[in-house]
């Protein structure tokens, strides 16, 4: 079984995450911010990965470190369940509408993190949730994964849409990208043998 256990405990917060690559889609999510709760659930339906987090931070101050750190934790849990990478499929993408919104993602399991943003917001929040926290939570779940992670919302008008998009394509392409490669199932899939440090 491909699983990760974090627990990630600073003066900020204390999060804790459970998850398992090869699962169902099976979540329970805890973040104290209502927004990120319900894009961490769409993340685990959409991937099938079974995902569990705990998450209390200094909410009364923003919701920027408890974002920030969700991020790093899952993608801690992500790259340690992913251990050497051997047999994965390794690249994934999806292209994802939802109602007038149309969104693209494509990444590679690489050990090599970095993160494009095309996305853009027309109003400064969704619920209580600033938006310009979405490309911390992506950037923070990159690094910490080790995922080489291109994403850019083609189009859209409704926010809601546009972010929900983001986090789907993630979830359908990390799907795609996590498979076992039934032909290469003993092998790293780079001609280095290993994956991460330089092209």
Avoid at 42 to 53: E, F, G, N, P, T
Avoid at 117 to 146: C, H, I, R, S, Y
């Amino acid at each position: 079984m491909r699983v990760g256990n974090v627990v990630r405990s600073t003066k900020e917060t204390e999060i804790s995450v459970e998850l398992n690559l090869d699962g169902t889609g099976t979540y329970d999510v805890s973040t104290g911010i209502g927004f990120l709760d319900h894009m961490l659930e769409q993340l685990s339906r959409h991937s099938l990965i079974d995902l569990k987090v705990r998450a209390k931070g200094d909410l009364h101050i923003d919701f920027h470190h408890t974002t920030e750190d969700s991020g790093i934790a899952i993608g801690e849990a992500f790259s340690q369940a992913l251990g050497e990478r051997k047999g994965i499929t390794r690249y994934g993408s999806a292209l994802i509408p939802m109602d007038e919104t149309l969104t693209r993602v494509a990444l590679d399991c690489s050990n090599r993190p970095y993160l494009i943003w095309k996305v853009n917001f027309t109003k400064p929040k969704l619920g209580e949730m600033d938006t310009e926290l979405f490309k911390e939570w992506f950037q923070a779940f990159a690094q910490a994964a080790g995922v080489t992670l291109h994403v850019e919302n083609l189009y859209g008008e409704n926010n809601h849409h546009i972010v929900e998009s983001c986090y789907k394509a993630l979830a359908r392409s990390l799907r795609q990208a996590i498979e076992i490669d039934p032909r290469k199932a003993d092998a790293v899939p780079s001609t280095k043998g290993v994956l991460g440090g330089s092209l």
